[in-house]
């Protein structure tokens, strides 16, 4: 099969020739239509990532076709057109992944193949109302998000929502999530198009973090927030508390931006605010997950479709951040 393989340091995306997957008991072998980029992916090119080895195929978001199961396992998922939980052994505990948890892309092999190998307990029904495409979007970035608004965010429909960065896979899932949830949602972005894009999917307005005062113009458009969704840390987080309600949620679960800077403490007591740090998601959230997709149809945001011989470009696309929604792979 043709897949993108993590070659070395120097060589980290390179498009060959490998064996197919092997298969153990209790695993499936999807024949991929299509797969996802994630932030992860870029990171790992670049040799910014925990447990790098080589070789490893990428990709940790896929959609296709089972055609192969392995010993012990429902043959009756042959044929079914499904997508990837790529969380696996998230562990006994709700609250947080155990030591055994890993994705789907690293240290297995992941989606960017013609096939790939995966325990069946991790397999969905594609949602039908979607294309291949769409449906790879979602599994990594739209689990990232659900857990974030609605486990740890502990969302309400009457909640003022705060999406930083909303032109993300995860922005755009969270923006999603919370407007079919009833929620109220403003978003950040760098760029005027990608705040009017975010309306478009049901925000109610939007200001760019690149502007000094952007925290004033937020409060003067919405007065203050009861959940903030961050995924970039950095300089800007120090204004988030001060555009908090009493009360709210900071749920946090990347740092593009950089790291935690100085901020004032005092507004977290007397605010009564909560920081939250939030990482994937369970198995019961990626029902969830499917279940409010299905419920209101909701569309993943796909930004560009490449051939997955290209995926070079689409991680080139990728470091550049001037997506809004998903880079997807058409393999199949």
């Known amino acids: 099969m043709k897949a993108i393989v993590l070659e070395s340091a120097e060589n980290p995306i390179v498009y060959k020739e490998v064996e197919i997957p092997t298969l153990a008991p209790g695993e499936v072998l999807v024949q991929l239509k299509a797969a996802a980029l994630n932030r992860r992916d870029y990171w790992i090119t670049v040799g910014k990532y925990a447990g790098i080895k080589y070789p490893s195929i990428l990709g940790s978001d896929g959609a296709g076709i089972v055609t192969a199961v392995g010993e012990g396992t429902d043959a009756a998922w042959i044929g079914k057109e499904v997508i990837i939980n790529p969380s696996h052994d998230y562990g006994d505990s709700n609250d947080f992944q155990g030591k055994d948890f890993k994705i789907l892309g690293l240290p297995e092999d992941g989606t960017f193949a013609e096939y790939v190998k995966t325990p069946a307990q991790y397999l969905h029904p594609k949602p039908a109302h979607l294309t291949w495409e769409q449906a790879a979007a979602i599994p990594l970035a739209g689990l990232t998000a659900y857990r974030a608004l609605f486990t740890k965010g502990k969302l309400k429909a009457a909640d003022k929502v705060l999406i930083v960065g909303a032109g993300s896979g995860t922005g755009s899932f969270a923006i999603q999530w919370a407007i079919a949830a009833g929620a109220t949602v403003y978003v950040t972005s760098g760029s005027a198009d990608k705040i009017e894009l975010a309306k478009s999917l049901g925000a109610i307005d939007g200001v760019n973090y690149k502007d000094a005062d952007w925290d004033k113009q937020l409060q003067q458009l919405a007065g203050g927030f009861d959940v903030v969704i ?103």
């Open 230 to 332: 961050d995924s970039a840390l950095g300089e800007g987080f120090a204004k988030l508390p001060d555009i908090c309600n009493p009360g709210a949620r900071i749920v946090t679960f990347g740092g593009t931006a950089g790291d935690f800077p100085a901020f004032n403490a005092r507004r977290f007591f007397y605010k009564q605010l909560q920081l939250l740090g939030s990482m994937m998601g369970t198995t019961d959230e990626f029902d969830a997950m499917l279940t409010l997709i299905d419920k209101h149809q909701i569309v993943p945001v796909v930004d560009e479709v490449f051939p997955l011989e290209q995926a070079a470009a689409a991680i080139a696309k990728m470091e550049k951040s001037n997506q809004f929604g998903k880079i997807v792979l058409k393999v199949g």
